[in-house]
């Protein structure tokens, strides 16, 4: 099965306490499309800029991820995010953001897309994660991402989006915001109650967390001494999630947290290096070994009591 | 096997979003007594003063807790802390300790207690942590917690203690501190080179991590939407690990891993109400099916990629 990924394209510029990068590739759909590509075809929509370096574009491709959706809109100028990490590295500071081609952004999906059965919608405007519901045929299975920003200023469409939806991704801070309580799991009850089908809460450095209304999963954190920069790393949790799925074609309890264990994965290396470094050069059989990697550091046994 | 505890026995005042209680039982070596004596017999020493309410040390006796190294101090007062929690309950607000009988106490091990195989060094002054040690045979295992007061004012003590114990408990936040890095991983290997055989970090909310030299496992989070007063987690934790790997008799890593999920279960009760108030009324068969539980949202299957 093939995934649609929608999203942002970015040329981020990022601080953290192991070095300093300007203009490096970056960009929710572009984390996601790269993590999902170990798995499935990935099918990208996104818009650029002029100033979208070439290099990028063959880097994607080669990547064999489908780039017919990404738009480079004329006079227009790419996304730039600029931020900072301090000591703790769990918390991002924005130094800047300049949404350029993304302020006016009407995202087309390319009639060869449109049968895609997996479709994520990476971190953007709920206004245009609605535009692109509108377009597609029901698949099998749609997931969301957002932020703090669209809660604060776009809660009315956040919540027709969320309906529309079966899987909402989101962070712990983010959750408590959204939800207002500090409570993870009554969080998560009361964003079931307003018609998403699951949420995965994904907790950086303490793992993540899967509700439905009859199931729960705990996902173990990775103990991660090698990290550098945590950009991207809910989005590769996401592309590797939804990948996996796609690849499987299976959406059994039991799928769903082998597919949030993949997503772990690749979120755990893509934070051991900036921008998409790590995954570029990641191969199969380190995926196989974390994972067996993860299943040993948090499996125990049944207890006489 | 017994087990061994030596704390601090309080008189609690706190306030949570939930309600205000005054002067309640409460103590580092009381809630791990108590959590402990499901498993095991437990030998208590502990200081309390003229103040302290009969009715506590019978409570006490009712749970087959041996109490003949409860020293009540003529002219003492009992221990007292006051302090409250706000929304966000993963952090406690002190008002005011008033440290009393525990300002002098000076720990005897009754010459009944000596053959203990099992001991746990609660949170207490860690040069009161090294008279103990000092006293004792050496046991099959010794385990002790401690906190930021001690951290910040008894730092060399605590250097000392922690070289001479099996393992630490310590909160992620005390842990970050006292090795002076955010990154969890990374603390608990410089606390391993400092000379102790292995760490527990209570992340409260999120779950717990185990390291050794040669072993590692992350224990999942309960989802807790039951909430009431944090206070004693930490403590229940260690008596519920301690008490399960004294009633085992047995040190190997699989054992250490149920341990962990039994102390985790039993933390996951004393939160859901004030004081000992859920582990007094805490059943056997609750205990089985909420690790039965643990297990049935923790584990996944292994995968073929």
Not at 52 to 65: A, D, M, N, S, Y
Not at 122 to 150: G, Y
Not at 247 to 265: F, M, P, Q, W, Y
Request: glycine share 6%; net charge neutral.
């Amino acid at each position: 099965m093939s995934l649609l990924i929608i999203g942002s394209v970015a040329l981020d510029s990022i601080q953290t306490p192991f070095g300093e990068k300007k203009d490096i590739l970056g960009g929710s759909a572009v984390y996601a499309s790269v993590a999902a590509r170990f798995y499935c075809p990935v099918k990208l929509v996104a818009a650029v800029g002029e100033d979208f370096p070439e290099e990028h574009v063959r880097f994607l491709e080669g990547q064999k991820i489908d780039v017919r959706g990404l738009q480079r809109i004329h006079g227009g100028k790419t996304f730039r995010w600029s931020g900072y990490y301090e000591y703790d590295m769990n918390q991002a500071h924005t130094r800047d953001t300049k949404l350029n081609v993304l302020g006016s952004f009407d995202p087309k999906i390319p009639p060869e897309f449109l049968d895609a059965e997996f479709v994520f919608l990476a971190n953007l405007d709920p206004a245009l994660q609605l535009k692109v519901l509108a377009q597609i045929k029901r698949p099998k299975l749609v997931a969301m991402d957002t932020m703090n920003f669209w809660i604060e200023n776009r809660r009315e469409d956040l919540h027709k989006v969320i309906k529309k939806v079966d899987i909402l991704l989101i962070n712990d801070a983010e959750l408590r915001q959204f939800m207002e309580t500090p409570n993870l799991p009554v969080a998560a009850r009361r964003l079931l109650e307003l018609g998403v089908k699951a949420v995965i809460v994904k907790k950086g450095e303490h793992g993540a967390l899967y509700f439905s209304h009859d199931e729960h999963f705990s996902a173990p954190s990775f103990p991660q001494a090698q990290f550098r920069d945590p950009t991207g790393a809910g989005d590769s949790f996401a592309g590797g999630f939804m990948g996996y799925l796609a690849k499987t074609d299976d959406l059994s309890h039991a799928n769903i947290r082998r597919a949030i264990i993949v997503g772990s994965v690749m979120a755990s290396f893509n934070v051991e290096d900036f921008s998409l470094d790590r995954l570029k050069r990641l191969q199969a059989h380190e995926i196989a070994e974390r994972f067996a990697e993860f299943k040993r550091f948090s499996h125990f046994d049944a207890v006489e009591l």
